[in-house]
């Protein structure tokens, strides 16, 4: 079985994470959300409350096989100041999946870690991809590198990464499971 770690931050996109968080598990992967926020409930971008597994100092990131950064303006400037977040990202960077979306990608981008190679974002954050290559498109796979331009494209994000993650098969069950027509 897969894991994968989801950071969640306040501010974030609810549906960023949350859709990406369903797919995975329906999927067969094993998911802990870790919040940054050094408390384990935090508040989405329209105000929801949500409880993550654990905090993100405490998960463990050893047995992780990607870790995934959710988007939206204010969260993704909580995910870009933690260090713990900073650490991660340049360890999984090395042979291990980072997935990221909407906003988030620049979370990458600061690190250095798009540098020539293809990534999509939301297009309020472009400036802030110094060094990648935009695709512009609803996402985009660069060796270890997932990234999502934004919520709209959450469904194909979360299916893409289970796809990389748990194979076609597994895929394809959790879209008749949910009743999924769009090609991915």
Known sequence: MKKVIVFMADGMEMCECLIVVDL????GTEVTTASVMGRTEVKSSHGVMISADVLAEDADYESADMIILPGGTVGTAHLASSEV?????????????????CAAPTVLAGLGLLENRRATCHPGVEENMAGAL???S???VDHNIITGRALGA?????LRIAEILEGPDAVHKVRQGICYEKQV
């Open 154 to 158: 959450s469904f194909d994000f979360g």
């Open 85 to 101: 977040v900073k650490e991660q990202c340049l360890i999984f960077s090395r042979d291990k999946y980072i997935a990221a979306i």
């Open 138 to 140: 609803g996402i985009s």
């Open 134 to 136: 935009l695709t512009h």
């Open 24 to 27: 995975l598990r329906r999927a």
